[in-house]
DNA sequence: ACTTTTATTGCAATCGTTTGCGTTGACGAT
DNA sequence: ATCGTCAACGCAAACGATTGCAATAAAAGT
């Protein structure tokens, strides 16, 4: 802030009138004559007077400002679903803040209690992959405090969430991989502490039954980092000593998916003829990449619009959370491409 | 901010001291017995005191906020930007609140008006491509606003910016072609707009004149969204119509390069054999598609992390403006991958 | 000429915190 | 008995805007 900026007193010094009927002019109040009105704005125009905003946030006690709390940014589904939130929320003339965990469970709590400090009017929560303990989000929500939780959402009491049909993406790209010929399937799975990665390993499982395939439990292998590194060294590993050799892939993320792509090139194993693969969050890459690369695209920046159209509606009382019950559950959709078809 | 947070005021009444006291308490200030002290962390713990940052900010005159303005969130480079401003700025007690103005100057302009309402203590800004005029930053510099530019910098006077060096980042890409044995090189250049788009292109054309290749102006052509879409498009018609047929292509980002690489292949066009492909930026995929992409590696973490630095030490005047003089220029990487490697 | 209405504006409190200055009482020194 | 010193704390204004409740004067009604 600028020292020097004017004021709504400035204004009244300027006109010899009180800042109350200045405050009022500016609104249009009824009650004020318009030649004084219009003097105002004149005034106001002339000094370039911009409402403290913060001032207003004291007084009214709401600050028009959300919090999103985000595991990282350089990841294209949350930039996406950041991309819907600052939409929405800008539309409806709210600021965003912004912090991202990197993971960490403190910093989680505490950029939680500096959002909190300043007062935000709602949190919109994707939580961080150490978290496994909710008590900082109970105590906000028992005091009817708005969160929205999205993607990664937790089970608790009385939490709004807005998700992806986890389950249903995961079902469908496993049974692709069957309609395509693929029985000896196998899934690399995210980090066990997220309901998502639970879900889709889920969606596999169930997906393999009701297919009467076989499910053998050694092709069922943890990647809980989801990085293409990750990725590469499991399905190495995979390739090299496992007990049952796959032909098939599907993991829970992109990344891993093309690391377990490159692991397959690195050995001579042709994809889609040798092994097929099917990945999860639809990345810009997977079009660009050889072959390209079938994956389950998320709706991201509508969970962000989603989310954030359900956490305005919270604050501005025009959405009773008692009325929530079920998460919100949006559908994915499977792009098929040349990975996994034979 | 939820009604019924514990204020200093509600931790004077339950001791019946004054505000002053309960202030001065919790600060550790000198003059106030250890005793006081004691008992006023203990309530304001059991309170569950939480200071009011808004109370502060308006009393202070600092709202310990800064305001991003971005071109857009789902772009590799850029979020990797944030992530580095992020980082300083929560290490340093700094609020971050984001705006994005997908490209639009309009919304540049209401961006930075709400975020002076909201009493940010600085901007850091990466304009948009559609800015072409500078008053509204030339305004702010003029009353002292600390500011500071990122990547996409204004030659407007005084303004600070932290830039990456896209002439020599160019300048090495073509050299790295031409060392290859490419000669008839062709360029895909950014927005005009943008001063980045006119120092790759001279850095191109400077390796060229200086390795004495001659320089083709057909093969020197527009691609101002930077997709990849446009990316093949204008890749196609080059090399269907192009009066010269050229033998590489170095497009100013990573997205057209990679358009030109799928129109390369659309067309039974061999790269790198063919044509050899560098990029820019180097997002994620370049090491994953294939043949993988050369591209030159902006430090966009790191620009993130500058940028933020100079900007609070700027509002905590650590640093006078004037110090400054010229741009803060991060040193490009090559990175060579298969794409131009014969 | 009186009261009543109406239009227009001002006063002062409020939001939560900080801070310069004043107050109070205890104590020792003269 | 008087004074100065010091520790410990309270008063009240300030930050900028909003708002319920007067207050004032002019216009209207009787």
Redesign the pocket.
């Known amino acids: ?1 600028k ?1 020097g ?8 010094r300027e006109l ?12 249009d ?9 219009r003097k105002v704005k004149e005034v106001a125009e002339k000094l370039n ?4 905003a ?3 946030s ?4 709401r600050s028009f400002t959300i919090g999103v709390i985000i595991p990282e940014v350089v990841h294209f589904f949350f930039s996406t679903v950041i991309s819907g939130i600052e939409e929405v929320a800008s539309s409806r003339g709210y600021n965003v803040i912004l912090s991202q965990t990197n993971e960490s469970f403190a910093r989680e709590k505490s950029s939680i209690d500096t959002m909190l400090s300043n007062q935000i009017d709602g949190f919109l929560v994707s939580f961080s992959k150490e978290t496994t303990e909710f008590d900082h989000f109970s105590k906000l929500l028992d005091q009817s405090y708005p969160i929205v939780f999205f993607d990664r959402v937790p089970n608790i009491p009385n939490a709004i969430s807005v998700m992806v049909d986890d389950y249903q993406g995961a079902y469908k790209a496993t049974s692709h991989l069957i309609s395509q010929g693929y029985t000896k399937i196998s899934h690399l799975v995210g980090p066990p502490t997220l309901a998502i990665s639970r879900e889709r390993e889920r969606g596999y499982r169930d997906s393999l039954a009701n297919h009467g395939i076989q499910i053998y439990p050694e092709l069922i292998i943890e990647c809980a980092y989801g990085t293409s590194d990750e990725g590469f060294k499991v399905t190495e590993a995979l390739l090299k000593n496992g007990k049952t050799f796959p032909d098939a892939i599907f993991a829970n993320n992109d990344m891993a998916a093309v690391g377990a792509m490159l692991a397959c090139r690195s050995m001579g194993i042709k994809v889609p003829d040798d092994i097929g693969i099917v990945g999860f969050s639809n990345w810009q890459f997977c079009s660009m990449i050889e072959p390209s690369l079938t994956s389950v695209s998320q709706p991201g920046f509508k969970i962000g619009e989603t989310a954030t159209q359900m956490l305005l509606d919270m604050i501005e009382k025009k959405l009773d959370p008692d009325s929530i019950t079920a998460p919100i559950v949006l559908e994915t959709e499977l792009l098929v491409r040349k990975s996994s078809v034979k």
Not at 19 to 25: D, E, L
Not at 49 to 52: A, E, F, H, Q, T
Request: no cysteine; proline share 5%; aromatic share 4%.
């Open positions: 802030m020292i900026q004017a004021t709504i007193k400035d204004i009244a010899n009138i009180s800042s109350s009927t200045v405050s009022r002019a500016l609104k109040y009824p009650g004020i004559s318009d030649e004084t009105k007077y911009r409402p403290n913060i001032a207003l004291l007084r009214k006690s």
